[in-house]
C-alpha cells in the first residue's frame, strides 16, 4: 500500500501542478509581450536616436515630437500595463522579470512627470543633442536612396514640430541656457540646398523631385527654424546654466531628472555627487 500513496498524491496534486506550470507559462508571455510592445514603441517613437545606435532597419523616419497628445497617452498605457503585471504577478516572476518589468514603470513615470513638468519643450537643438545634425549624419551614413527620400520628405514637419516645441517652452518660461545653443548657430546658418541635395546626384527622377522638395519645402521650414531659435528664442534664454535657480520650480524638475537618468526615487545631488 505504501507504493501506491505517492502515485495517487500526484494524481491528487496534478490539477494543481499543471495550473501552476500554465500559470507560469502564462507570466512569461506576459512579461515577453510587454517588453517587445514597449521596445518597438520605442523605437518607433525615437528612431533617430535608435538608428544612431545600429537599428539601421528604422531607417527612413524621424523622430515623434508630439509629447502631449501621442507619447504621454502611450507612456501612461504602458505604466498601467506594468504596474497591473507587478501587482498581480509578482511573486512568481523571477528577479529578472521583476527588474525589467519594473524598469518599464519606472521610465513611462518619469516620462509621464516629465512632461508634466514641461521637459519636452526643450527640443533636441542644444551642444549635447542636435536634431539637425543628427539628421546630416543619417543622410551621410544611409545607403538606400529611397529611405533618404523618404525621411527628407518628413524634414518639413519635423523642423515645424522642433519650432513648435520651443515656442512653448518661451511661453511657459522654459527656455534653454545660453551656453546650451551657443555651438550651433554656425552650422544651422551654414546649412544649405546642397548639403541636402547631394545625396540624391544622379538618381534621374528622383534627384528632379529631391531638389523640388529641397528648394520648396526643405529649406524654408529650415530658415524659418533658424530664424526663431536666434532671434525670438535667443532673446529668451535664461542666464543662469543651473536649472534648479534659473528656471521656475527648476529643484522639483532637476530632482525629476536626477530620477530618470538613476533610476532612485528622491535622490538629491549630493548623493549623486558622493555615489557616482
Known sequence: MAKVKFPLLLLLFA????????????QDY????LQKDYFEWKKETWPLEYYQIGFFGL????????????????????LYSAQDLLRRKSKYLSVRENRHIGLI???TKACIEGIDL??????????????????LAYFEDEPNPGRRFRTLQKLPKHFD???????????????????????????????????FLRHFRNLNETSDRAEKLIRENVMPRLRKLREFLFTKYRGQLRDEASVVTGLSGGQKF??????????????????????F
Not at 15 to 26: R, V
Open 59 to 78: 531607417s527612413g523616419k524621424l523622430d515623434n515630437l508630439d509629447y502631449e497628445n501621442t507619447i504621454q497617452p502611450m507612456c501612461k498605457q504602458f
Open 161 to 195: 514640430g522642433l519650432a513648435r516645441l520651443l515656442e512653448a517652452g518661451v511661453t511657459s518660461g522654459k527656455t534653454y541656457s545660453v551656453e546650451a545653443i551657443a555651438r550651433l548657430e554656425n552650422q544651422y546658418k551654414s546649412v544649405g540646398v546642397s548639403d
Open 15 to 26: 490539477p494543481f501542478l499543471s495550473a501552476a506550470k500554465t500559470e507560469e507559462k502564462l
Open 105 to 107: 514603470a519606472s521610465e
Open 30 to 33: 506576459e512579461v515577453k509581450l
Open 118 to 135: 514641461g521637459g519636452h519643450v526643450f527640443a533636441p537643438i542644444n551642444f549635447a543633442e542636435n536634431s539637425l545634425g543628427q539628421i
Open 254 to 275: 532637476y530632482g525629476a531628472c536626477l530620477e530618470y537618468h538613476t533610476t532612485i526615487h528622491d535622490i538629491t545631488p549630493e548623493e549623486v555627487r558622493q555615489n
